[in-house]
Protein backbone atom coordinates (compact mmCIF):
# COMPACT_ATOMS: atom_id res chain seq x y z
CA UNK A 1 0.00 0.00 0.00
CA UNK A 2 1.40 3.41 -1.07
CA UNK A 3 1.09 5.98 1.82
CA UNK A 4 2.20 9.19 1.00
CA UNK A 5 3.86 11.35 4.01
CA UNK A 6 0.15 13.51 4.14
CA UNK A 7 -1.83 10.49 4.22
CA UNK A 8 0.02 8.67 7.10
CA UNK A 9 -1.41 8.67 10.48
CA UNK A 10 -0.47 11.53 12.98
CA UNK A 11 1.04 9.13 15.87
CA UNK A 12 0.15 5.13 16.77
CA UNK A 13 -3.07 6.73 18.66
CA UNK A 14 -4.33 8.12 15.30
CA UNK A 15 -4.73 4.57 13.73
CA UNK A 16 -5.36 2.46 17.17
CA UNK A 17 -8.51 4.89 17.79
CA UNK A 18 -10.04 4.22 14.47
CA UNK A 19 -9.13 0.46 14.47
CA UNK A 20 -10.94 0.12 18.03
CA UNK A 21 -14.27 1.10 15.81
CA UNK A 22 -14.01 -1.00 12.98
CA UNK A 23 -13.12 -4.57 13.95
CA UNK A 24 -14.08 -6.51 10.80
CA UNK A 25 -11.85 -7.06 7.91
CA UNK A 26 -10.12 -9.33 5.92
CA UNK A 27 -7.12 -12.05 6.67
CA UNK A 28 -5.08 -12.76 3.77
CA UNK A 29 -2.30 -15.79 3.83
CA UNK A 30 -0.07 -16.84 1.95
CA UNK A 31 -1.67 -20.03 -0.34
CA UNK A 32 0.22 -23.09 -0.38
CA UNK A 33 2.33 -23.89 -3.27
CA UNK A 34 0.86 -23.37 -6.94
CA UNK A 35 -1.89 -22.01 -5.13
CA UNK A 36 -3.12 -17.71 -4.80
CA UNK A 37 -3.23 -16.50 -1.64
CA UNK A 38 -6.44 -17.18 0.05
CA UNK A 39 -8.86 -14.23 1.73
CA UNK A 40 -10.99 -14.47 5.02
CA UNK A 41 -13.11 -11.92 5.82
CA UNK A 42 -13.85 -12.32 10.28
CA UNK A 43 -14.42 -10.08 12.65
CA UNK A 44 -11.49 -9.82 15.27
CA UNK A 45 -10.38 -8.58 18.42
CA UNK A 46 -7.05 -5.96 19.09
CA UNK A 47 -5.39 -5.75 21.99
CA UNK A 48 -3.02 -2.87 21.74
CA UNK A 49 -1.54 -3.08 25.46
CA UNK A 50 -0.54 -6.80 24.52
CA UNK A 51 2.68 -7.29 22.72
CA UNK A 52 4.82 -4.54 21.31
CA UNK A 53 2.18 -3.31 18.75
CA UNK A 54 -0.22 -5.45 19.74
CA UNK A 55 -2.42 -8.45 19.43
CA UNK A 56 -5.30 -9.68 17.69
CA UNK A 57 -7.83 -12.93 18.47
CA UNK A 58 -9.98 -14.35 16.03
CA UNK A 59 -11.42 -18.06 15.46
CA UNK A 60 -12.66 -19.75 12.61
CA UNK A 61 -14.59 -22.89 11.76
CA UNK A 62 -12.44 -25.94 12.27
CA UNK A 63 -13.49 -27.07 8.41
CA UNK A 64 -12.28 -23.84 7.15
CA UNK A 65 -10.00 -24.13 4.23
CA UNK A 66 -7.72 -21.50 5.36
CA UNK A 67 -5.75 -23.54 8.04
CA UNK A 68 -3.47 -25.70 6.04
CA UNK A 69 -2.09 -22.42 4.56
CA UNK A 70 -1.51 -20.86 7.51
CA UNK A 71 0.51 -23.44 9.76
CA UNK A 72 2.49 -23.65 6.63
CA UNK A 73 3.36 -20.50 6.55
CA UNK A 74 1.99 -18.10 9.56
CA UNK A 75 3.13 -14.46 7.93
CA UNK A 76 -0.51 -13.10 7.99
CA UNK A 77 -1.60 -9.67 6.82
CA UNK A 78 -5.26 -8.63 8.74
CA UNK A 79 -6.61 -5.56 6.21
CA UNK A 80 -9.21 -3.47 7.39
CA UNK A 81 -10.87 -0.90 5.08
CA UNK A 82 -13.75 1.71 5.70
CA UNK A 83 -15.13 5.44 5.36
CA UNK A 84 -14.28 5.22 2.03
CA UNK A 85 -16.24 7.43 -0.53
CA UNK A 86 -15.99 8.52 -4.24
CA UNK A 87 -14.96 12.35 -4.73
CA UNK A 88 -16.21 13.74 -7.99
CA UNK A 89 -14.00 15.42 -10.45
CA UNK A 90 -15.65 18.72 -10.00
CA UNK A 91 -14.89 18.98 -6.16
CA UNK A 92 -11.15 18.50 -7.06
CA UNK A 93 -10.64 21.39 -9.44
CA UNK A 94 -9.29 24.57 -7.96
CA UNK A 95 -10.56 28.08 -8.55
CA UNK A 96 -8.36 28.19 -11.59
CA UNK A 97 -9.47 25.10 -13.44
CA UNK A 98 -12.83 24.53 -15.25
CA UNK A 99 -14.72 22.19 -13.31
CA UNK A 100 -15.21 19.12 -15.43
CA UNK A 101 -11.07 19.36 -15.71
CA UNK A 102 -10.88 18.12 -12.12
CA UNK A 103 -9.45 14.85 -11.68
CA UNK A 104 -11.37 12.76 -9.72
CA UNK A 105 -10.41 10.14 -6.77
CA UNK A 106 -11.21 7.59 -3.63
CA UNK A 107 -11.27 8.65 -0.10
CA UNK A 108 -10.24 5.89 2.44
CA UNK A 109 -9.58 4.61 5.87
CA UNK A 110 -7.13 1.55 5.96
CA UNK A 111 -4.87 0.38 8.69
CA UNK A 112 -3.09 -2.93 7.70
CA UNK A 113 -1.50 -5.09 10.53
CA UNK A 114 1.37 -7.57 9.25
CA UNK A 115 0.82 -10.51 12.47
CA UNK A 116 2.75 -13.55 13.15
CA UNK A 117 -0.44 -16.47 13.70
CA UNK A 118 -0.59 -18.86 16.60
CA UNK A 119 -3.25 -21.29 16.19
CA UNK A 120 -4.98 -22.15 19.21
CA UNK A 121 -6.41 -25.73 19.63
CA UNK A 122 -5.70 -25.97 23.73
CA UNK A 123 -9.38 -26.19 24.72
CA UNK A 124 -8.95 -23.83 27.93
CA UNK A 125 -7.24 -21.38 25.49
CA UNK A 126 -9.98 -20.82 23.22
CA UNK A 127 -12.25 -20.40 25.45
CA UNK A 128 -10.20 -17.38 26.92
CA UNK A 129 -9.65 -16.63 23.42
CA UNK A 130 -13.73 -16.41 22.36
CA UNK A 131 -14.17 -14.25 26.27
CA UNK A 132 -12.28 -12.22 24.65
CA UNK A 133 -14.01 -11.41 22.24
CA UNK A 134 -17.25 -11.80 23.70
CA UNK A 135 -16.27 -9.22 25.80
CA UNK A 136 -14.83 -7.13 23.53
CA UNK A 137 -18.26 -6.77 21.16
CA UNK A 138 -20.61 -7.77 24.16
CA UNK A 139 -18.85 -4.64 27.15
CA UNK A 140 -22.41 -4.89 28.47
CA UNK A 141 -22.97 -8.24 29.06
CA UNK A 142 -25.54 -10.11 27.66
CA UNK A 143 -24.28 -13.59 27.27
CA UNK A 144 -22.65 -16.45 29.10
CA UNK A 145 -18.77 -17.11 29.25
CA UNK A 146 -17.46 -20.20 27.43
CA UNK A 147 -15.80 -22.60 29.52
CA UNK A 148 -14.38 -26.14 28.94
CA UNK A 149 -17.00 -29.12 29.24
CA UNK A 150 -19.86 -26.46 30.48
CA UNK A 151 -23.07 -25.34 28.74
CA UNK A 152 -23.79 -23.28 26.62
CA UNK A 153 -20.69 -23.01 24.82
CA UNK A 154 -18.39 -25.78 26.14
CA UNK A 155 -19.42 -28.56 23.57
CA UNK A 156 -18.99 -25.89 20.32
CA UNK A 157 -14.91 -25.77 21.44
CA UNK A 158 -14.31 -28.75 19.31
CA UNK A 159 -15.80 -27.44 15.88
CA UNK A 160 -13.03 -23.97 16.20
CA UNK A 161 -10.03 -23.17 15.86
CA UNK A 162 -8.79 -20.07 17.61
CA UNK A 163 -6.17 -17.55 16.07
CA UNK A 164 -3.82 -15.49 18.00
CA UNK A 165 -2.01 -12.61 16.15
CA UNK A 166 1.05 -10.75 16.98
CA UNK A 167 0.99 -7.81 15.29
CA UNK A 168 4.89 -7.24 13.98
CA UNK A 169 4.09 -4.34 11.70
CA UNK A 170 1.76 -1.49 10.81
CA UNK A 171 0.71 0.28 8.00
CA UNK A 172 -2.17 2.65 7.95
CA UNK A 173 -3.38 5.66 5.72
CA UNK A 174 -6.19 8.01 6.04
CA UNK A 175 -6.41 9.34 2.51
CA UNK A 176 -8.34 12.74 2.70
CA UNK A 177 -6.54 14.82 0.43
CA UNK A 178 -4.82 17.11 3.39
CA UNK A 179 -2.23 18.24 0.91
CA UNK A 180 -4.99 20.07 -1.22
CA UNK A 181 -5.46 23.76 -1.84
CA UNK A 182 -7.84 25.26 0.76
CA UNK A 183 -10.25 25.60 -2.15
CA UNK A 184 -10.42 22.28 -2.54
CA UNK A 185 -10.64 20.94 0.38
CA UNK A 186 -13.81 23.50 1.32
CA UNK A 187 -15.38 22.78 -1.50
CA UNK A 188 -14.64 19.12 -0.77
CA UNK A 189 -16.08 19.65 2.17
CA UNK A 190 -19.16 20.85 1.44
CA UNK A 191 -19.91 18.12 -1.05
CA UNK A 192 -19.50 15.37 1.55
CA UNK A 193 -22.21 16.77 3.68
CA UNK A 194 -24.72 18.30 1.02
CA UNK A 195 -24.00 14.90 -0.64
CA UNK A 196 -24.39 12.89 3.29
CA UNK A 197 -24.53 9.33 1.96
CA UNK A 198 -23.78 6.49 4.13
CA UNK A 199 -19.48 6.82 4.69
CA UNK A 200 -19.97 10.55 3.63
CA UNK A 201 -20.18 11.96 7.28
CA UNK A 202 -17.28 9.81 8.44
CA UNK A 203 -15.10 11.02 5.91
CA UNK A 204 -15.79 14.63 6.09
CA UNK A 205 -14.87 13.94 9.66
CA UNK A 206 -11.67 12.75 8.88
CA UNK A 207 -11.29 15.41 6.09
CA UNK A 208 -12.01 17.70 8.43
CA UNK A 209 -9.47 16.48 11.16
CA UNK A 210 -6.49 17.06 8.52
CA UNK A 211 -7.52 20.02 7.55
CA UNK A 212 -8.11 21.49 11.85
CA UNK A 213 -4.77 19.60 12.79
CA UNK A 214 -2.57 20.99 10.09
CA UNK A 215 -1.79 17.97 7.74
CA UNK A 216 1.87 17.45 6.90
CA UNK A 217 1.50 19.39 3.69
CA UNK A 218 -1.03 22.27 4.78
Not at 132 to 157: K, N, W
Not at 189 to 213: E, I, N, Q, S
Request: charged content about 20%; overall charge negative.
Amino acid sequence: MLIHPWDAPQDDAHWQQWLAEHDFGQLAVNGLPGEGPCVQPLHFAYAPERGPRGEVVTHLARPNPLWPAVEADPRVVLSVVDDYVYVPGPWQAPDDTPPEHGVPTSFYAAVQLHCTARLVDDPQEKAELLNRQIGHFQPDGGSARAAVGEAPYGRMLAGIRGLRLEVTDVRAKFKYASHKPDDVKERTAAGLLARGGVRDLAAYAHHLRHRTTGGPQD
